[in-house]
Nanobody
Framework: QVQLVESGGGLVQAGGSLRLSCAASGRTFSRYAMAWFRQAPGAEREWVARISWSTDRTDYADSVKGRFTISRDNAKNTVYLQMNSLKPEDTAVYYC????????????WGQGTQVTVSS
């Protein structure tokens, strides 16, 4: 069992930066690939970024590539999302998720943290 708790969301002006954190409980955190998703009001949930369990592979949605960076610290059971050059269209609730087997549905989800980017 893995529990995920996001933090770091808030209100920021366009062009600004935020760093989201996702703290995981459980001793098997390092065995999971981790990802960030987001959901804007009235929109479907959107995948944002993913990092493999070993940190040797990261992937990004085209909409955030070059602006967002996903990273993890397995010793701290934490995954991060550094968001730079934020745009109003980045406004959403951001969720972290854990995936045990690549290609399978994500096994665990956090409760989400709100990010609001003002123009």
């Amino acid at each position: 069992q893995v529990q995920l708790v996001e933090s770091g969301g808030g209100l920021v002006q366009a062009g600004g930066s935020l760093r989201l954190s996702c703290a995981a409980s459980g001793r098997t955190f390092s065995r999971y690939a981790m990802a960030w998703f987001r959901q804007a009001p009235g929109a479907e949930r959107e995948w944002v970024a993913r990092i493999s369990w070993s940190t040797d592979r990261t992937d990004y949605a085209d909409s955030v590539k070059g602006r967002f960076t996903i990273s993890r610290d397995n010793a701290k059971n934490t995954v991060y999302l550094q968001m730079n050059s934020l745009k109003p269209e980045d406004t959403a609730v951001y969720y972290c998720a854990a995936q045990r087997v690549a290609g399978r549905p994500y096994d665990y989800w956090g409760q989400g943290t709100q990010v609001t980017v003002s123009s």
